[in-house]
């Protein structure tokens, strides 16, 4: 037997002895993991269960307190709010223009007019009963911001579709820093009509 054969039996044997604990080491390791792993699985899905326990514990509480206190229940949701009043387009076009008119007046604007809109290209009555308005008004910057927030956070659910906004004769104004504004805007809404 000559050194170079010695030596590549030896690196043979030596490669099929760490291959051999590689596998043993595998086969120990390996089951035991999965074995953490399960009982892991276990812990986290126990841990789970006691919290919805908890929170159907707080959420039944939580009921019992709103009917002690005598408070609407979670079954009596009434969303009509949402919607502009009206069982006709054209009744909820008044109701829009009464509540456009009511909140250009109560933010200090001074009305020009109010003009029904017609959706692009369709009549307004057969596109997506949506209520559309334009209103036109003379206002000043603080209120014409009141008057954007109430339209956007108040009921029904309202939304600025077009707004358009000049300074009207500068001379005339008292105030350069606050001018006074001609305001154009098209307001639309939702509306729920009864099918006629």
Do not use: H
């Not at 596109?127 to 927030?149: I, Q, S």
């Amino acid at each position: 037997m000559s050194v170079g054969s010695l030596g590549r039996a030896s690196a043979s044997a030596s490669s099929r002895g760490v291959a051999f604990w590689a596998l043993v080491t595998a086969a120990v390791l390996l089951p035991l993991a999965a074995i953490v792993l399960s009982v892991l699985n276990v812990l986290q899905a126990t841990e789970v269960d006691r919290l919805a326990a908890g929170q159907e514990a707080i959420v039944a509480q939580l009921e019992r307190r709103v009917a002690a206190a005598g408070g609407p229940t979670s079954t009596a949701i009434d969303a009509s709010a949402i919607y502009v009043p009206g069982a006709t387009p054209a009744l909820a076009k008044a109701a829009l223009q009464r509540l456009l008119t009511d909140a250009v007046e109560a933010t200090g604007g001074r009305l020009i007019e109010a003009q029904d809109v017609e959706a692009p290209g369709q009549a307004q009555d057969l596109v997506d009963d949506r209520v559309r308005l334009r209103v036109t008004f003379d206002t000043r910057n603080g209120p014409l911001l009141e008057l954007l927030r109430r339209i956007e956070t108040g009921l029904p659910l309202l939304t600025v579709e077009r707004l358009e906004i000049r300074r009207l004769d500068a001379a005339a104004d008292a105030d350069p820093d606050d001018p006074t504004l001609r305001v154009g805007v098209v307001i639309n809404g939702p509306g729920r009509f009864v099918a006629g």
